[in-house]
């Protein structure tokens, strides 16, 4: 009797806010980095993407992405290049077991969701591919561990193969040619440093700038300052970081993340033509840390940014009082703001800044550290293979 | 019978803009650079400090200066350093001549003026010490060079010294721990490139940033960049930009401009913390001079930009009907714009830039490449040696 059963398996998956910063890269068809990088997951009762892979002898055409409710392009290299190593990974099992379904022949029917709007300008691809190869690798009942299954994940989107642990994850950039030892490794698991909280300002840019990818390679090809980062500054950062992470070091967190971050878009302005991510409310928002962490006396807040005007703000739960009772006068209509999150409004921020944020930030994400890929029981394909309507 | 007269002497000094720039000293004391630099001299038509020095057996109390009309304080190492080279050259000429008046005794009173508002951010440090150490120079009659009282000036602000030239200025970091070959130096006169236009944008900054002082010198010690600009980016650029001038290249002076503009901004803001000169309105600038030259095919333009928000846009006179053409539907009502100096609105900018640069830049500098300090015979202190009333 031929096998018409409809094979699924889902997964959600965390998006990951790199406080050493990917920027680079060395091979752009193996998405190989030019420098190691660090971040911290972000919880997914926040922001998370839900994929469910399924396959069956009974689908017909193409593998088949459907994104957000609409169909989605997987006939790029990168999607590809993870549909193939998965796929070789499983065909390996089959070939051992003869008593496995052939589910490596079937073609692939995945459905996957995001809880955040687009709209929010988060970068959605590092926790999109992190749950694709998660999702496929559970389908596949793949051994592979997390660190294995970030080195597929990578060639999807380099800091998606962060995505694939939870806490403080580390992607080592490698030295192979061919990329076996570019992927991620746990450096502390959430649990180690539960009370990291992240604040991330979105902020409306008037205009889409130049995408990470080509950005990136810009740099790498025009910013006479680029070689120093990576040779120097980025090695330097990566080892403090861990420190402080094993340390639980707050400040010390925080200047390698501010530090890193003023580094990473000093090399986009350098770049030639020159690269802004940042724009004015984003440097409102670097100035309103720098006044928190002033009159706190300590450093309890630290900036970040990704390829984008958003602030990621990182603070412990102990310093939410502090932290973000500076924001609350400006942001606490703001939507995504959560009710009684605060308040002390003892620090006081500039009128200029105050003002420059209140009118440039159009919704806020309260969010923190959080666990790695979950495997659920949440459905997006029904048993009869068709995606689920919600 | 005792000699009363009042001895004057009376200069005007150009404004520089620099095309490779110095940031960073490796001596504050002597205010020598981490880098060598290059600038055009602009024209003193429109930009210039006229001074009048002036000293007398009759004068009493200390040496004064008198600056746009306010008592200015002259007791600042930097002046002082000034004061003293002068005099110890004076005073020398004075020993091998014993038929020399002591003019290196008398009191200085000294009055200055400029021909540009303060309000117009321009730094005027350049164009003022480089008058005040030329008006002494023709008051004592020194017979040094302008190379040679470059060197002087150089320790009243260091990008003074450029302005003992007109044309296009070298200032030589030099080697010597004493400084004594930190000093400008003609990369070509005026004459050489006669045709070398320059657009000043004023762009209303809503707040002093942090000076170049002050702010140089925390790039120097916090920025991981900075190491790699000054050992690699800046020669190179150095020798391309000799290179540039000394061919009329006007695609390669405007690539390296633009280059070096972006270098030096982005190791402003890879210092910790990070210093931002630039804005919004600054960054709408640098689009519109992309835009033009993208749109015209060919290089006609180069941005750069200073320790400020202000953009200087250096064109050639025959390219200045596409140049301004740009600029004139956004900036002809502007204060400072000449009449009839266009127009050809050939190019076209994207609204988004063209609202934010309509909006945001307050006035216009209109001039070009010019001679360097000319002595005059407007004296700013009657023979009396009383200030004269303007």
């Known amino acids: 009797m031929a096998d018409t059963k409809v094979y699924r398996a889902s997964t959600t998956a965390p998006v990951n806010i790199a406080v050493v910063k990917y920027w680079g890269k060395r091979d752009a068809k193996l998405n190989l980095p030019t420098n190691s990088s660090l971040s911290v997951t972000l919880s997914q009762s926040d922001l998370r993407t839900l994929t469910t892979a399924s396959c069956s002898s009974t689908y017909t055409g193409d593998d088949s992405l459907l994104l957000n409710g609409e169909p989605s392009d997987v006939s790029g ?65 793949l051994p592979d561990s997390p660190s294995e299954l970030s080195l597929i994940a990578r060639q999807g989107s380099g800091s998606a193969c962060r995505s694939l642990f939870g806490g403080y994850v580390a992607w080592r950039m490698g030295e192979k040619e061919d990329g076996s030892d570019s992927k991620a490794d746990l450096v502390a698991p959430a649990s180690h440093w539960p009370s990291m909280r992240a604040l991330i300002l979105v ?47 707050f400040p010390q967190f925080a200047e390698v993340t501010m530090r890193d971050s003023n580094s990473f878009h000093a090399t986009c302005a350098d770049t030639y033509p020159p690269i802004f991510y940042m724009n004015d409310v984003s440097k409102a928002a670097i100035r309103a840390v720098e006044a928190i962490n002033a009159q706190a006396g300590k450093t309890v807040a630290a900036y970040t940014f990704d390829a984008g005007p958003n602030c990621v703000v990182y603070y412990q739960e102990e310093d939410a009082a502090t932290v973000l009772g500076a924001f609350a006068p400006l942001l606490a209509t703001a939507e995504g703001w959560k009710d009684g999150s605060v308040v002390n409004a003892s620090v006081k921020l500039d009128e200029g800044i105050a003002g420059t944020i209140k009118e440039g930030v159009s919704r806020v994400i309260m969010t923190g550290v959080g666990e790695g890929p979950l495997k659920t029981d949440e459905f997006l394909v029904a048993e009869d293979g068709t995606p689920v309507k919600r």
Chains 1, 2 share one sequence.
């Open 203 to 249: 902020v409306s840019a008037s205009k889409k700038g130049v995408s990470s990818t080509s950005g990136m390679q810009q740099t790498v090809a025009t910013s006479g300052l680029f070689q120093q980062r990576i040779s120097t500054v980025v090695p330097a950062n990566m080892a403090l970081m861990e420190d402080a992470i094993k340390n639980r070091n």
């Open 77 to 141: 290299a990168r999607t590809q290049a993870c549909f193939r190593e998965l796929r070789a990974r499983r065909a390996a099992l089959e070939a051992a077991d003869a008593a496995l379904p052939k589910l490596s022949t079937f073609p692939l029917k995945i459905v996957s969701e995001n809880n955040f709007p687009t709209a929010a300008g988060l970068a959605s691809s590092a926790a999109g591919f992190a749950a694709l190869v998660q999702a496929i690798g559970n389908l596949y009942e």
